[in-house]
C-alpha cells in the first residue's frame, strides 16, 4: 500500500505540526512530545487512582510507600499540564519537575533496595519503577532530553518531526534569560 | 471474568501496537484502516466492560476489590479512544508511535485484570 497519507482530516494536526505559530509552547506536546505527553498522561491516571484508592481504604498499611505514590501522582499531573500548556513559563517548571521526578525515582528507587521493611506495599518508583517497566526511570529522562531541545524564545527552527537525533547540545544557545 | 475474551483483546491490542508500530517506522501517520482497528478494539473492550458488570451484578466476585476491578474495565475502555483522538491531532509517525503506547497499555491491562479477578496477582 504505497499511498501516501490521504490528509483530509489533518486541518488542525497540519497547522501546528508546521510550526508556523510563534509561539515555542504549543510544540512541547507535538511531534514526539505528542508521545510524552500520553505517556505522562497514563501515569498521572494510573499513580493519582492508585495512590487515591490506597490512601483512602488502607492508609495505615504503608502510610510512606502510598504517600510517595501520591507525590509521584502529582509530579506527573505537573509535567503533564505543563506540557500540555506549553510555553517558556510551564517548559521550564517541566523542565524542574523532569528533575525532580529522576531525583525522586533514584531516591526510592534506592531506598526501596536498602531498607524493605520501610515499604511494606510497593510505590510506582519502587526498585527504579520496575514494576511498571521501568517506564518511571525511562520518562523523566527523556522529559529532560525533549525539553532541553526546544528553543528557548518564539523563534522557529523548521525541524521536521521526524528527526529523532538527541543532538540537542550542539545548539548550546544558552539560557536565553527572560 | 471471561478468560477467552481476555486473551482475545489483548492479543487484538498487541497486534493493533504492532500494526501501528510499522506505520511509525515506515515514518505514516494513522489512517483510516488503524483507525478501524482501533474501533474493533474499542468495541471488545466495551464487550468486555458489560460482560464483567453482568458477572458483579449476577454476585460474582473479584478476588480483590471490586473498585479496583471497576475502575480498570473503565479504564481499558478509555485507552483506545484516547489515543485515537491523540492521533488525529498529530498527523505524523509519532501519532502512530502514541496508539503503539495505548494499545501496549491496553494489553498490561488485561494482564492486571486477570489478577485481579483470579486473585494471582496481588
Known amino acids: ?178 | 471474568m471471561l478468560t477467552p475474551l481476555t486473551v482475545a483483546l489483548a492479543v487484538a491490542a498487541l497486534a493493533l501496537a504492532a500494526w501501528c508500530g510499522h506505520a511509525a517506522y515506515r515514518d505514516q501517520p494513522t489512517k483510516d484502516w488503524h483507525f478501524a482497528g482501533m474501533a474493533v478494539v474499542t468495541a471488545l473492550s466495551v464487550l468486555q466492560l458489560v460482560v464483567g458488570v453482568v458477572r458483579l451484578a449476577r454476585g460474582e466476585e473479584p478476588a480483590d476489590s471490586t473498585v479496583i476491578f471497576v475502575s480498570y474495565l473503565v479504564g481499558v475502555v478509555c485507552c483506545m479512544p484516547a489515543v485515537g483522538l491523540l492521533s488525529l491531532s498529530e498527523r505524523t509517525r509519532w501519532g502512530s508511535l502514541t496508539v503503539v503506547a495505548g494499545a501496549v497499555v491496553l494489553a498490561v491491562l488485561q494482564v492486571r485484570l486477570y489478577d485481579i479477578w483470579e486473585g494471582v496477582g496481588a
Do not use: H, K
Open chain 1, 1 to 178: 500500500m504505497p499511498e501516501r497519507n490521504g490528509d483530509t482530516d489533518g486541518s488542525t494536526g497540519t497547522a501546528r505540526a508546521a510550526g508556523t505559530t510563534g509561539d515555542g509552547g504549543r510544540r512541547l506536546a507535538s511531534g514526539p512530545g505528542r508521545l510524552l505527553v500520553t505517556l505522562y498522561g497514563i501515569f498521572t491516571v494510573g499513580a493519582a487512582s492508585r495512590s487515591l484508592y490506597q490512601l483512602s481504604t488502607r492508609f495505615d498499611e504503608a502510610p510512606l510507600a502510598y504517600v510517595l505514590s501520591a507525590v509521584a501522582a502529582v509530579v506527573y499531573a505537573f509535567i503533564t499540564v505543563a506540557l500540555v500548556r506549553g510555553g517558556e513559563g510551564a517548559r521550564r517548571a517541566a523542565l524542574a519537575c523532569c528533575g525532580a521526578e529522576l531525583l525522586g525515582v533514584l531516591t526510592v528507587g534506592t531506598w526501596t533496595l536498602v531498607e524493605p521493611s520501610a515499604f511494606p506495599d510497593a510505590t510506582v518508583w519502587s526498585d527504579y519503577g520496575m514494576g511498571y517497566l521501568f517506564i518511571p526511570l525511562v520518562l523523566p529522562v527523556t522529559g529532560l532530553l525533549w525539553l532541553r531541545r526546544q528553543p528557548t524564545d518564539g523563534s522557529e527552527r523548521t525541524d521536521t518531526t521526524s528527526r529523532t537525533g538527541t543532538t540537542g547540545r550542539t545548539d548550546g544557545t544558552g539560557p536565553a534569560g527572560r
